[in-house]
């Protein structure tokens, strides 16, 4: 160490300090950099500490805490309220998102805004996209409930439900028994 400081020395003279001076003018001393930058994270870390800093809160800080955690759950307790509404009354439903459809499109925008904002995405994007979809689905909602009425004549415990109407055709071949080889072979084992 001292043979290089002593070349330094004779290439720059006795002003090493002269010569760092003029370097850190264009490099940035990287050692009293990392020392600002621990600096600076400790007055941070002290600023955050206090502020969160275990505080005798009011009743108004704490029902303004419970306000502010209940949009998420109640946003998605109610979506999936609507999955299970949709399944066990459909015409309630269906008269529901009629009524949607019918909301104008610039209270969507606004709520769409109110919704990002609070949220954090970008709800605007697929707006319209969900409202082609959602316009789609109310389209089909009177053939659903067709195919649900349809269904709900097919029960069992329908009166009339096996019954064949005025088709003799169908009304004969009910009546008929069809080819069962397992049942033929069986009785012919029996027989023989």
Not at 26 to 33: M, P, Y
Not at 39 to 62: I, K, P, W, Y
Not at 107 to 123: C, E, N, P, Q, T
């Amino acid at each position: 160490m001292g043979m290089i400081t002593d070349i330094v020395n004779v290439i720059f003279g006795r002003s090493f300090n002269a010569l760092r001076n003029t370097v850190e003018v264009f490099r940035e001393n990287t050692e009293a950099g990392a020392q600002r930058g621990a600096n600076l994270q400790t007055r941070a870390m002290v600023q955050f500490a206090a502020e969160f800093a275990a505080r005798r809160r009011g009743l108004f800080d704490r029902l303004m805490d419970a306000i502010n955690r209940l949009p998420r759950p109640a946003l998605a307790l109610g979506t999936l309220g609507l999955f299970v509404s949709a399944m066990v009354d459909p015409p309630w439903f269906a008269a529901r998102m009629h009524g949607l459809a019918l909301v104008p499109e610039p209270l969507w925008w606004l709520l769409g805004v109110i919704v990002s904002f609070y949220f954090g995405a970008r709800y605007q994007v697929k707006h319209q996209a969900f409202q082609r979809d959602l316009a789609a689905s109310l389209a089909a909602a009177p053939q659903l409930m067709e195919n649900i009425a349809a269904l709900e004549g097919m029960r069992a415990g329908t009166p009339g439900a096996a019954d064949p109407g005025p088709d003799a055709q169908l009304a004969l071949s009910a009546t008929r028994p069809e080819a069962n080889p397992a049942l033929e072979d069986w009785r012919a084992g029996r027989t023989g």
